[in-house]
Nanobody, 122 residues
Framework: QVQLVESGGGLVQAGGSLRLSCAAS????????MGWFRQAPGKERDFVAG????????DYADSVKGRFTISRDNAKNTVYLQMNSLLPGDTAVYYC???????????????WGQGTQVTVSS
């Protein structure tokens, strides 16, 4: 099957940057889409960004547009989330997911990673 492993989370001050990675294994991804979601305590799991493997087309939540950039390295089966100008409101567990299409609905994704904690201090 497919395994997704996130890395790169940590503690950062407001205004700082982090780059998250999501490494996929089990099979090569040459089609479909990858998404990043985040979930803060007591909150629902919200869509952050998505990217298609073949076209590179991206989509972002309004809350992160201009600050976050999603990218992928097809040869490495890895997707990244570059997070700049971080805010305390970005604090959450960040999950990567794989599916056929980019969607803001987490139920549309077939595989999920375990998540990585991002904490932004003020």
């Amino acid at each position: 099957q497919v395994q997704l492993v996130e890395s790169g989370g940590g503690l950062v001050q407001a205004g700082g940057s982090l780059r998250l990675s999501c490494a996929a294994s089990g099979r090569t991804f040459s089609s479909g889409a990858m998404g990043w979601f985040r979930q803060a305590p007591g909150k629902e799991r919200d869509f952050v960004a998505g990217i298609y493997w073949n076209s590179g087309r991206t989509d972002y939540a309004d809350s992160v547009k201009g600050r976050f950039t999603i990218s992928r390295d097809n040869a490495k089966n890895t997707v990244y989330l570059q997070m700049n100008s971080l805010l305390p409101g970005d604090t959450a567990v960040y999950y990567c997911a794989a599916g056929r299409y980019i969607s803001d609905n987490p139920n549309r994704y077939d595989y999920w990673g375990q998540g990585t904690q991002v904490t932004v201090s003020s």
